[in-house]
């Protein structure tokens, strides 16, 4: 069989394509919808007696855990779909291969509850709300460190990019640093418990939202940069 024979049988080889159809406002509703639901779940733990624990926000190893580590892969896959848009070989298809593995390391961490168990790993005396939160300083010289690494690279991109990446890094780093060591002074001071979990809660959506952010706007990037998802199935049997 010739190379112009086994082109044509190939093309005649019955194909179907399935396209994944998820608009950025369908992911958006989604999301909007999932976090109705756990701040549902949060409010009825918190009226409950005795406190439902493991339904509030604040909690581990729970849904609201799982749906943040979720969100967190879903930026890490948004952002791999980023660098296969890139020319292969390139600086920019390489830089965001490592952004990439930035939330896919959060996901893990949502999982395994790392910089929740340093507190217990870290023990000192003299401790206050801040400096008894051992993940604090380190996760802001962390931070730092991705600034230097990344910044200049994401404030080369489009407005839109800079725009999802900005907000959405504030909005996490405002409920995971910020609030969180607010909660803190006012723990120290002897406030209220129920004070403390409609603060974490405060906390907790902000990060989930600054997740959403950034994971929703980078694939709503990628779609205008023209990459599709798509499923498809070849058919074994040739065609006759």
């Known amino acids: 069989m010739s190379s112009t024979e086994a082109r044509t049988a190939c093309s005649e080889v019955p194909q179907r394509t399935v396209g994944l159809g998820l608009s950025t406002a369908r992911v958006a509703a989604a999301f909007g919808v999932a976090l109705l639901v756990l701040n549902a779940l949060n409010l009825y733990a918190l009226v409950s007696d005795p406190v439902v624990e493991w339904l509030l926000l604040s909690s581990e190893s729970n849904p609201s855990t799982w749906f943040s580590s979720f969100v967190l892969l879903v930026a890490a896959g948004a952002l791999l779909l980023l660098a296969f848009s890139e020319p292969e070989g390139t600086t920019a298809r390489r830089r965001w291969k490592q952004m990439a593995l930035v939330p ?3 996901s893990l961490d949502e999982v395994a509850e790392t910089h929740e168990r340093m507190g217990y790993w870290v023990q000192f005396d003299g401790a206050t709300s801040i400096t008894g939160r051992v993940w604090v300083l380190p996760g802001v010289l962390v931070l730092a460190g991705l600034g230097l690494l990344f910044g200049s690279f994401v404030f080369q991109q489009s407005r839109r990019v800079v ?8 909005l996490t780093i405002g409920g995971g640093v910020i609030v969180e060591t607010i909660g803190g002074v006012l723990q120290e001071h002897g406030h209220r418990m129920m004070t403390l979990r409609v603060l974490t809660t ?3 959506n902000l990060e989930m939202l600054g997740i959403g952010v950034a994971a929703i706007g980078l694939l709503d990037v990628a779609g205008r940069r023209g990459i599709r998802l798509d499923v498809r199935r070849v058919d074994s049997t040739p065609a006759e």
């Not at 725009?163 to 504030?170: K, P, Q, R, S």
């Open 163 to 170: 725009a999802v990446l900005v907000v959405g890094a504030a």
């Open 104 to 106: 896919l390391l959060l």
């Open 202 to 204: 405060i906390e907790e």
